[in-house]
């Protein structure tokens, strides 16, 4: 998960600042503004069957940007025609979701971060955050806006996050969503019909399935513990993670998936209990194919793990012990032009789902896809 830039808790917007790299990759996704239009921007494609290429890639420690794609400047949303990716035995799959009653098209910042409940999927962008329920198969998957949520915590498929920006937003199973940005925090418990704000928890805040704490991450700054009570929430002690910057934080049950930047400056993707690495995928000296550029979102897929690199555009197979299995570019495994993957997270059937944009002359687009790993 793309993005504005968000201050660490207990801190006011004077004190410090993030790193060079998060600011440009935020600021140029609030570069454009925000211009909602009726009409769907997804549809589900079928696949055919290619081959991971080996071209080389030099790593970038410095984020892609969004609205960076240009397919054709014909402001119209690209159709997706997905392409299954094979190599050796594994073969990546993706189902483009069609999304109803809310068409993500917009600005630079139309899409910035994806979450999913049981059965509700959570997009959060252009100041806003939208909920819909969702219906998945083998074969589709559909994202219809869910004007049908408490008014007292929603309104007409939004959810009521005030005249505060909130560009994160993060889910339990169960119902409990956590939005925040730059100004604050909010958390809302859909079964109850009931929300509060945390004021001073600012910058990207997971919360953890349990939902009773969240983590809370942003560039430049220590990963900190939130708890979250009923009616407020209380920052915590730091996070022991073997990082010196993250750029990606989610759970796997108990344990956390980092992505971020080693001590020397090295991208590296981590699976982490208590503090300590399970495992980690450092990049390689003598390999261009599992090099990360960057971390945009980690989840299990399968017995494995996958990752989200919009620098190079492709996701990395890991095995359940990070060894690298294989690679796929990302942009025809989709079946769209080349675009920005904001995040890769866990669905509620399990399977890893993307949120990408793509920008076609003044407009972006905004697609959700599951990937399905095999073989």
């Known amino acids: ?48 069957t290619s081959t991971a290429p080996n071209a080389p890639a030099t790593q ?22 997905p392409v299954a990716q094979t190599a050796g035995p594994i073969t990546a799959t993706a189902t483009v ?20 409940s049981k059965d509700h999927a959570f997009i959060a962008g252009d100041e806003k955050v939208l909920a819909f329920t969702v219906a998945a198969d083998a074969n589709s998957c559909t994202l219809a806006l869910d004007t049908g949520l408490d008014p007292k915590i929603a309104k007409d498929g939004a959810l009521d996050i005030g005249t505060v920006p909130m560009d994160t937003v993060s889910a339990t199973p169960t119902g409990r969503v956590v939005t925040s940005g730059v100004l604050g925090t909010k958390v809302f418990d859909l ?45 915590g002690p730091d996070v022991v993670l073997p990082f010196a910057e993250a750029q990606f934080v989610g759970f796997d049950g108990d344990a956390v998936l980092v992505g971020g930047k080693d ?28 090099t990360l550029g960057w971390v945009h979102g980690m989840a299990k897929c399968g017995d494995r793990y996958c990752t989200a690199d919009t620098n190079f555009d492709r996701t ?10 294989a690679s ?44 399905d790993v095999t073989g």
């Not at 009931?194 to 700054?221: E, K, L, M, Q």
């Not at 990963?223 to 979250?228: D, G, P």
């Open 1 to 48: 998960m793309s993005r504005i830039h968000r201050l660490p808790p207990l801190m006011s917007l004077s004190s410090v600042l993030p790193s060079p790299e998060s600011r440009a990759r935020r600021t140029a996704a609030r570069l454009v503004l925000a211009v909602p239009v009726l009409a769907v921007a997804v549809a589900c494609g079928g696949t055919s």
């Open 60 to 81: 970038s420690s410095t984020p892609a940007s969004p609205g960076s794609s240009a397919p054709g400047n014909t402001n119209e949303a690209p159709t997706p025609a």
């Open 97 to 116: 979701c069609t999304v109803e009653g809310a068409p993500l098209k917009g600005g630079t910042s139309v899409v910035s971060s994806l979450a999913f």
């Open 191 to 235: 079964d109850k019909g009931t929300s509060y704000v945390c004021d001073d928890v600012t910058g990207n805040v997971i919360v953890h399935p349990s939902g009773t704490y969240a983590y809370r991450w942003f560039p430049g700054s220590p990963v900190k513990r939130i708890e979250l009570g009923d009616t407020k929430c209380t920052p």
């Open 263 to 290: 001590a020397s400056d090295v991208v590296t993707a981590a699976k982490v209990v208590d503090g300590t690495p399970v495992w980690q995928h450092s990049n390689p000296e003598a390999s261009a194919e599992d």
């Open 316 to 325: 990395l197979v890991l095995g359940a012990d990070g060894a690298h299995q």
């Open 328 to 371: 796929f570019p990302m942009s025809k495994m989709l079946g769209l032009p080349r675009g920005f993957v904001q995040t890769m997270v866990p669905g509620p059937d399990g399977a890893p789902y993307v949120l990408d944009s793509v920008t076609d002359g003044d407009s972006t687009f905004g697609f959700v896809a599951r990937i």
